[in-house]
């Protein structure tokens, strides 16, 4: 079965103090994974895409990155506005089958 | 924003009736994805459409059905609404091509009393 797990569940950092959120994944093959933002009471943002290990991309104070088991998604000098719950997700087998979510990390900084 | 519209945005129901959900989308995107959200639970899916009248289930199907009669609109509905169904409902369109990428409505959020 298909699984993604993200740690830690919540994480509470003060402003400036860098760290990274995790998303392991146990999939048949792997088409894709995702990184999504969440504010409360909103719709999950696409922040995102990342399709072989090794790759990375940036945005801002954000830049995400892939293994072959694993995704991380590291925060730079974060700021209170990075707070909100960072939401993992994989496409897996042919693409047409659905994405395969985590659970999410639900990230608090302090200021 | 990827033009996606859900209605109502709010609504709070009695157990036993029925209830539909609307999605609307813009940009003629051939799949669409209903997801529910919960405390500890994350998203998981629910039905979903690769294109019109062409729908399949998801993780949590039991109790809600769905229907797209247009490319535009994809309605979920439960016939008869229980409280385990008060929930955080989203809506979720896939890009065409290659990327796989899903972009989200603004949820309904669904009282069942």
């Known amino acids: 079965e298909d699984q993604v797990t993200q740690s830690p569940e919540a994480l509470r950092l003060q402003e400036g103090e860098s760290s990274s959120l995790n998303c392991s994944y146990t999939?048949?093959?792997?088409?894709?994974l995702f990184w999504y933002r969440q504010d409360p009471g909103k719709g999950p943002e696409f922040l995102f895409t990342?399709?072989?290990a090794g790759e990375e991309k940036e945005k801002e104070r954000l830049k995400a990155t892939l293994t072959k088991k694993e995704s991380f998604l590291h925060i730079t000098a974060p700021k209170p506005e990075d707070s909100a719950t960072y939401l993992c997700a994989v496409q897996v087998d042919s693409g047409n089958t659905p994405l395969v979510f985590g659970k999410g990390t639900r990230l608090s900084v302090i200021a | 924003d990827a033009g996606i519209t859900q209605s109502p945005r709010h609504k709070v129901t009695e157990t036993g009736t029925p209830v539909t959900l609307r999605c609307h989308q813009t940009?003629?995107?051939?799949?669409m994805y209903w997801y529910r959200q919960d405390p500890g639970h994350g998203l998981r899916l629910i039905h979903y459409s690769y294109g019109v009248k062409d729908t399949d289930k998801g993780e949590v199907s039991d109790g809600y059905s769905v229907s797209r009669s247009k490319t535009e609109d994809f309605l979920l509905t439960l016939e008869s609404a229980t409280s385990s169904q008060t929930s955080v409902y989203f809506c979720?369109?896939?890009?065409?091509?290659?990327?796989?990428?899903?972009?989200f409505g603004p949820g309904t959020r669904l009282t069942v009393t």
């Open positions: 999939v048949s093959g792997l088409r894709g």
């Open positions: 940009e003629n995107h051939r799949y």
């Open positions: 979720a369109i896939r890009t065409s091509g290659s990327s796989y990428e899903q972009y």
């Open positions: 990342l399709y072989s």
